[in-house]
């Protein structure tokens, strides 16, 4: 992918989360990953806002039990 798109804080991004509690930062529109699915989107920073509020123990789930 080119970096001026990854880069452009204006696009809306989503933050994605998987099985084990793990989010990641996502462009809106893209296809989202098998195992991943979206639970917020809005601006870049917006979204590593809401990932820094909700991921507040990084540990896999399975690690976690």
């Known amino acids: 992918m080119n970096s001026e798109i990854t880069d452009n ?3 809306t991004h989503e933050a994605l989360l998987n099985l084990e509690g793990q989010y990641c930062l996502w462009i ?3 296809a989202v990953p098998a195992g991943w699915a979206s639970v917020f989107s809005g601006s870049k920073e917006e979204c590593l806002a809401f990932i820094e509020r909700e991921w507040v123990d990084m540990r896999p789930v399975s690690v976690r039990a």
């Open 9 to 11: 804080n204006t696009l």
């Open 28 to 30: 809106f529109g893209q």
